[in-house]
């Protein structure tokens, strides 16, 4: 067994926790985040978790519902709409406990394969390993426009050095997916973990850099702050140009919310 089924089953059980006492009516309010809904959410979180379950234990399967998913959001239907389609029409808490029910089942079947085995994805192949930390990933991310919506202040675990290792493994490609030259220089990164315990990545450096706490890298990263709503330290032209544009996800280029647009309500 490897860690990261472990702690991407954490992430979800948090986040079940936050959901499972709403009543039915709360999962249609809208979040900071496009407009979608609680409901908008935990569908997506669920949809994909079960494309990335299907990469390990069908990849036929998954390969011809993969086709069939980008097919029809290529002819312009809305994600949602397209991932409901591919699902059910299940909603509010049968859809919460649908979700709840499938990831605990995918997180045994993860733990059990080869974290170096090649899975595929709508983009490039990844490993076991890969594929189950982007879970995590978006689950974090996903996460927190709940946990704004609700007033909820998260209590984050170390487990989100996963999500930190993400947003340094992708500096280049967050140039290279917006048509930009990769620069030379990759900025020191020193992050305070929510233990307490100290992340340090790549050359030290005084005029290059990224300090501050973890968790708002890992949101600036993910695009749930501005890096301008935090208060990482950033120094030098690279590292002040890396975060402003950063993005840990695939697809294809995003800009981070605007300033002051995502926090947690009052």
């Given at each position: 067994?490897?860690?990261?089924?472990t702690?991407?089953?954490?992430?979800?059980?948090?986040?079940?926790?936050?959901?499972?006492?709403l009543?039915?009516d709360?999962?249609?309010?809208?979040?900071q985040?496009?407009?979608?809904?609680?409901?908008?959410?935990?569908?997506?979180?669920?949809?994909?978790?079960?494309?990335?379950?299907?990469?390990?234990?069908?990849?036929?399967?998954?390969?011809?519902?993969?086709?069939?998913?980008?097919?029809?959001?290529?002819?312009?239907?809305?994600?949602?709409?397209?991932?409901?389609?591919?699902?059910?029409?299940?909603?509010?808490?049968?859809?919460?406990?649908?979700?709840?029910?499938?990831?605990?089942?995918?997180?045994?079947?993860?733990?059990?394969?080869?974290?170096?085995?090649?899975?595929?994805?709508a983009?490039?192949?990844?490993?076991?390993?890969?594929?189950?930390?982007?879970?995590?990933?978006?689950?974090?991310?996903?996460?927190?426009?709940?946990?704004?919506?609700?007033?909820?202040?998260?209590?984050?675990?170390?487990?989100?050095?996963?999500?930190?290792?993400?947003?340094?493994?992708?500096?280049?490609?967050?140039?290279?997916?917006?048509?930009?030259?990769?620069?030379?220089?990759?900025?020191?990164?020193?992050?305070?973990?929510?233990?307490?315990?100290?992340?340090?990545?790549?050359?030290?450096?005084?005029?290059?850099?990224?300090?501050?706490?973890?968790?708002?890298?890992?949101?600036?990263?993910?695009?749930?702050?501005?890096?301008?709503?935090?208060?990482l330290?950033?120094?030098?032209?690279?590292?002040?140009?890396?975060?402003?544009?950063?993005?840990?996800?695939?697809?294809?280029?995003?800009?981070?919310?605007?300033p002051?647009?995502?926090?947690?309500?009052k």
């Open positions: 067994m490897f860690q990261q089924p702690d991407f089953r954490d992430e979800c059980d948090a986040l079940y926790g936050l959901l499972s006492t009543d039915d709360a999962f249609a309010r809208k979040t985040f496009k407009g979608w809904t609680i409901n908008d959410v935990v569908s997506h979180l669920h949809a994909w978790n079960r494309a990335a379950d299907l990469s390990l234990v069908d990849p036929e399967k998954f390969a011809a519902d993969r086709d069939w998913l980008v097919g029809e959001m290529l002819k312009g239907a809305a994600i949602g709409t397209v991932e409901r389609r591919w699902l059910d029409d299940a909603r509010d808490r049968e859809r919460l406990e649908q979700w709840h029910e499938y990831y605990g089942a995918m997180v045994e079947r993860f733990s059990q394969a080869d974290p170096k085995q090649r899975l595929q994805w983009g490039p192949d990844m490993s076991v390993r890969s594929s189950i930390t982007a879970r995590l990933m978006e689950t974090w991310a996903h996460g927190q426009e709940l946990y704004d919506l609700l007033g909820v202040e998260r209590m984050n675990g170390d487990r989100i050095k996963n999500i930190a290792v993400l947003g340094i493994n992708t500096f280049g490609w967050t140039f290279v997916n917006r048509g930009l030259d990769v620069p030379t220089e990759v900025p020191h990164v020193r992050l305070t973990a929510p233990s307490g315990e100290i992340w340090t990545w790549n050359d030290p450096s005084e005029t290059n850099y990224v300090a501050g706490d973890a968790t708002a890298f890992c949101q600036t990263v993910t695009q749930v702050r501005n890096v301008r709503d935090t208060k330290e950033v120094v030098g032209e690279t590292a002040t140009r890396w975060m402003e544009i950063t993005q840990c996800f695939a697809g294809g280029p995003e800009d981070p919310p605007a002051g647009s995502r926090f947690t309500a």
